[in-house]
């Protein structure tokens, strides 16, 4: 096959994370499946994890009753750590990520939000922290 004139060959070098990467990564997804078992036990519906948008990324949406939660989990050292990575950065980008998937799931556009933080440390329980921030920061 003869390649059209003017066309540019697109190869792309394959992307090789490094294994801290991979570990954060790894970690991360844990932390996420730890968190979601922790909520499920307190009585709430997990209604998506991992939910991307061009904004942010929430970690897990849940539902307990009439109250949407926007769970951001932060696994680090210890739960002290863990409660400081939760910036006001990322709560803005988490805030607009949740605007998107709320015009992605109008049926809950009348439940009550909030914003809370799921704590992960090794050798600890998590820390559920509730209404750890709100849309009006």
Do not use: C
């Amino acid at each position: 096959m003869a390649k059209r004139e003017g066309a540019q060959e697109s190869k792309q070098e394959p992307k090789i994370a490094s294994p801290e990467r991979v570990a954060a990564f790894r970690t991360g997804i844990s932390a996420e499946s730890r968190a979601a078992a922790f909520l499920m036990a307190k009585g709430y519906r997990i209604l998506a994890k991992r939910y991307r948008t061009p904004h942010g990324e929430i970690d897990i949406v849940a539902r307990r009753r009439n109250l949407i939660a926007f769970v951001e989990v932060k696994a680090r050292a210890t739960l002290d750590d863990a409660a400081f990575a939760v910036t006001p950065r990322q709560q803005q980008r988490i805030i607009n990520a949740a605007q998107g998937w709320l015009v992605a799931h109008p049926e809950h556009a009348e439940f009550e939000l909030r914003f809370d933080a799921m704590l992960i440390a090794p050798r600890s329980l998590p820390r559920h922290v509730l209404a750890a921030f709100d849309a009006s920061t």
